[in-house]
């Protein structure tokens, strides 16, 4: 089976730095995507990780390291459109894919 | 743009019914996938499908089943409503095989069982 974990809740402010952790219990991973949620909306993708290291893709950067089953979403220049929910989900060959909990961020002005 | 349609946005049905939500996929993706969203929960696999007629039960198939006839649509199915499937239902596809495909996701359809 499955199982991934990340913070409920992380609030950070505007223009700031925020790293959204994930852990992972898994067979037969082969990688690690992020998706954010705004309210009322549909997730859509924002970074995987098929290799241990850093993937920078603009503004938001995503961590992997499997001697550790861990990664992170680091989100940088927050802006008040980054408040949003944002799922770490471990993907099986492309075939299977769950889905942690899920953080709920919160920019402030 | 990839684009998954979920049949109906917001639905209310009573205990015992039978609930039809639809999905349609136009990428020509070989998988599909039917989560159900609850608040702390995050999103959780009902089932899925990798192929025409083929499908995989997901972690919380009890309820549910499924129906995939032609690859561009894939039907999720309550027998019989129960007011614990009043949920968030996201429809989703990507491409099969390999590794780090990216999951399109549907609107997502909120059902009320009453």
């Known amino acids: 089976g499955q199982s991934l974990e990340q913070p409920s809740e992380v609030t950070a402010v505007e223009g700031a730095i925020v790293q959204i952790n994930c852990t992972y219990q898994?067979?037969?991973?082969?990688?690690l995507s992020w998706y954010q949620q705004h309210d009322g909306g549909a997730p859509t993708f924002l970074s995987y990780n098929g290799l241990d290291g850093l993937e920078e893709t603009g503004r938001f950067s995503s961590f992997l390291s499997r001697s550790d089953s861990y990664g992170y979403l680091l989100l940088q220049e927050l802006q008040m459109k980054d408040s949003a929910s944002y799922f770490c989900a471990s993907d099986n060959y492309g075939q299977n894919f769950v889905f942690g909990p899920g953080t709920r961020l919160s920019v402030l002005p | 743009d990839v684009k998954v349609t979920q049949s109906s946005r917001y639905l209310v049905k009573r205990t015992g019914e039978k609930v039809f939500l639809e999905c349609v996929q136009d990428m020509d993706h070989e998988n599909m996938f039917w989560y159900r969203q609850d608040p702390g929960l995050g999103l959780r696999l009902i089932y899925f499908s990798y192929d025409v007629k083929m499908k995989e039960k997901g972690d919380i198939p009890e309820g549910y089943s499924v129906s995939r006839e032609k690859k561009e649509r894939f039907s999720l199915i309550l027998e019989s409503a129960s007011t614990n499937q009043t949920s968030m239902y996201l429809c989703a596809s990507s491409f099969g095989g390999g590794s780090g495909n990216t999951i399109y996701f549907g609107e997502g359809s909120w059902l009320t069982v009453v």
């Open positions: 898994t067979s037969g991973f082969y990688g």
